[in-house]
């Protein structure tokens, strides 16, 4: 059964880091590409980041790029999103999912299995 748990979320002031981690089980991290998505209160949803665990390549949103860093640890199943420099537009429920390889994985089609979010607030 693929599955993909999320956590990490919590409460930082502006400019500061959080890292999420998404723990996935069911399949191998080389059959999908893993994204993190976050969706806020009256905004559309947003992929902002992804990762192809076969050869390594990541992408990211322009609203993201330069702060945040995907990462994974294949032995633990695990992809991780490392938010830094935070900033009062990043708020918002995240959550990873998997998409097809070589599908366009910040898409808003192509999503499969998805993980309950975790919400990621940034206030002074």
């Known amino acids: 059964q693929v599955q993909l748990v999320v956590s990490g979320g919590g409460l930082v002031q502006p400019g500061g880091s959080l890292r999420l981690s998404c723990v996935t089980s069911?399949?191998?991290?080389?059959?999908?590409?893993i994204t993190w998505i976050r969706q806020a209160p009256g905004k559309k949803r947003e992929g902002v980041s992804c990762?192809?665990?076969?050869?390594?390549?990541?992408y990211y949103a322009d609203s993201v790029k330069g702060r945040f860093t995907i990462s994974r640890n294949d032995a633990k199943n695990t992809v991780y999103l490392q938010m830094n420099a935070l900033e009062p537009e990043d708020p918002a429920v995240y959550f990873c999912?998997?998409?097809?390889?070589?599908?366009?994985?910040?898409?808003?089609?192509?999503?499969?299995?998805w993980g309950k979010g975790t919400l990621v607030t940034v206030s002074s």
């Open positions: 990762i192809r665990s076969s050869d390594g390549n990541t």
């Open positions: 069911g399949f191998s991290l080389d059959d999908y590409q």
């Open positions: 999912a998997t998409y097809p390889l070589y599908s366009d994985c910040l898409s808003d089609y192509g999503m499969g299995t």
